[in-house]
């Protein structure tokens, strides 16, 4: 019987982000498969963690590739980044909170390629006077990240309706990363 590796990946994606320290044996038995053949196909935990940063890439660059975020307004590249991703954002949760992302050079430049692009979209932003200047690229893409993971965490906990998901990360993110019109001072 041949394995679909796609649906072992969703699957153990799907059981990750509900429960991070789920064991090779329940991620087995959510696929449907025996330990030993996903054995077959992940030598062990590292392995499908890589496998799943692998798809979280992929995943953050056809979402890139969707929202089109060279296009039109800065804020609504943003607000089509958000709503293109959502659907691997508790994938991207997981992943966020896991140590091996930092280890070795493969995987890291496919983060570093996402996050050029999205640094990208936030420095057009603050060229095109939307966004404020006093916050950088880098730390905009980091409170991204940020948002995206708790939201995701926020309606698998069903604190959050996920049709609000994208609303609440954009508005939350953009409140403080628009430029706001300067208040004349009041004289004394």
Known sequence: ????????????????????????????????????TLHRHFAGRDALVRALES????????????????????????????????????????????????????????????DDRIAALFRRGQQSGEFRIDLTPAWLTEALYGLLASGAWAVSEGRVARNDFTHMIVELLLGGALRQPVQPREES
């Open 1 to 36: 019987m041949a394995v679909d590796r796609d649906h072992v990946l969703r699957t153990a994606a799907a059981l990750l982000t509900r429960k991070s320290t789920a064991t090779m044996d329940e991620v087995a038995k959510a696929a449907g498969i025996s330990r030993a």
């Open 55 to 114: 798809l979280g890439i992929a995943e953050c660059e056809a979402a890139l590739d969707a929202a089109r975020p060279d296009e039109g307004a800065a804020r609504d590249a943003v607000h089509r980044l958000v709503r293109e991703i959502e659907p691997a954002a508790a994938l991207l949760a997981f992943l966020y909170t896991e140590n091996q992302l930092f280890e070795g050079e493969e995987q890291n430049t496919g983060w570093a390629r996402i």
